[in-house]
Nanobody
Framework: QVQLVESGGGSVQARGSLVLSCATS????????MGWFRQSPGKQREGVAS???????TYRDSVRGRFTISKDNAENTLYLRINSLKPEDTAIYYC???????????????????????WGQGTQVTVSS
């Protein structure tokens, strides 16, 4: 059974940086596409970054330049580095994974919740001004 476990969230000051991690276990497929999403109170979950099986990344326009998604295949861990944090970045951050034919056939968009079937439990990020 595939499991995703996020970590690295917390309370930080605006303009600071944070690195979120998502440890993956139990996956045996030949390719995997992954993404980071966030959800603030009263708002819909939104995709912020994705990475396909070849390492190609996609970012939400509003976070491009501040967010960096990366994957360590040896450690089976997905990362999201967030620089220049803003109060509006406050949210629960989730990682998601998908290994089905849409992933290995490509192209992979990865910012839509509908694209993923495996989700982590989320990690809270709170940014104070």
């Amino acid at each position: 059974q595939v499991q995703l476990v996020e970590s690295g969230g917390g309370s930080v000051q605006a303009r600071g940086s944070l690195v979120l991690s998502c440890a993956t276990s139990g996956y045996t497929g030949r390719s995997i596409c992954m993404g980071w999403f966030r959800q603030s109170p009263g708002k819909q979950r939104e995709g912020v970054a994705s990475i396909d099986s070849s390492g190609t990344t996609t970012y939400r326009d509003s976070v491009r330049g501040r967010f960096t998604i990366s994957k360590d295949n040896a450690e089976n861990t997905l990362y999201l580095r967030i620089n220049s944090l803003k109060p509006e970045d406050t949210a629960i951050y989730y990682c998601a994974a998908e290994g089905g034919p849409d992933c290995y056939a490509g192209p992979w968009y990865g910012l839509g919740s509908y694209e993923y079937t495996i989700w982590g439990q989320g990690t809270q990020v709170t940014v104070s001004s």
